[in-house]
């Protein structure tokens, strides 16, 4: 846990490490849980918009009700995806009814509708007792096709992808150009190339 923990500040690996330490909670000391859940915490207010989105899963993937307050403000993040992934750990974390009405208060005053959406499901999952899916999936395909120019990069180029529930994820398409993500829900996905992977012209 502690080499996952100490590479949570780099916007490079702390996504990732976030997400495998709350995953791999359930055999870390009490010191550890108590450091990530900091670090965690933290990390929503990283300016890096992929760590922050991270933070978001992993306090739902840790089940840390205590960081509800925490998620809510971060639904008001000036970055869309960071607060749908805010929203969308909201619902997923363990059913509280009596947080159910500052949910349904946020998602009143929310002025992006996929924000506004992921509160109202959040709110019912509160409301019913009955968490949701942290992650969105489906039977939907995306396909990006970059056009390349000059010949094929061996190393693929960086692109994030920006989903509709809320994952920022950092993926390399193949050297040709191409980058399949199979298993996603219905909805409009970003795609930009990464900062370091400027493309030849």
């Not at 916007?11 to 490490?17: F, H, L, R, S, V």
């Not at 509800?68 to 997923?92: F, G, M, Q, Y």
């Not at 920006?162 to 219905?186: E, I």
Request: with cysteine.
């Amino acid at each position: 846990m502690a080499p996952l923990l100490a590479r949570t500040h780099d916007p490079e690996t702390g996504p990732e490490a976030l997400e495998l330490a709350a995953a791999s909670l359930d055999g870390a000391s009490p010191e550890d849980r108590r450091r990530f859940a900091v670090l965690a915490r933290a990390a929503l207010r990283a300016p890096d918009e992929r760590l922050r989105a991270a933070a978001a899963r992993a306090l739902a993937l840790a089940a840390d009700v205590g960081a509800s307050r925490a998620l809510l403000a971060a639904t008001r993040d000036d970055s869309e995806v960071v607060a749908v992934a805010a929203a969308r750990a909201l619902a997923a974390l363990p059913a509280r009814p009596t947080f159910a009405a500052a949910l349904a208060a946020e998602a009143r005053s929310c002025a992006a509708d996929r924000v506004r959406a992921a509160l109202l499901d959040a709110h019912a999952a509160a409301a019913n007792g009955r968490p949701a899916p942290l992650t969105l999936r489906g039977e939907h395909v995306l396909h990006v096709r970059l056009a390349l120019g000059g010949a094929p990069r061996a190393e693929g180029v960086g692109l994030d992808l920006r989903l509709p529930d809320g994952r920022l994820q950092r993926r390399r398409a193949l050297p040709g150009g191409a980058l399949f993500v199979p298993d996603l829900a219905a909805g409009v996905a970003d795609v930009t190339l990464h900062a370091g992977d400027a493309v030849a012209p």
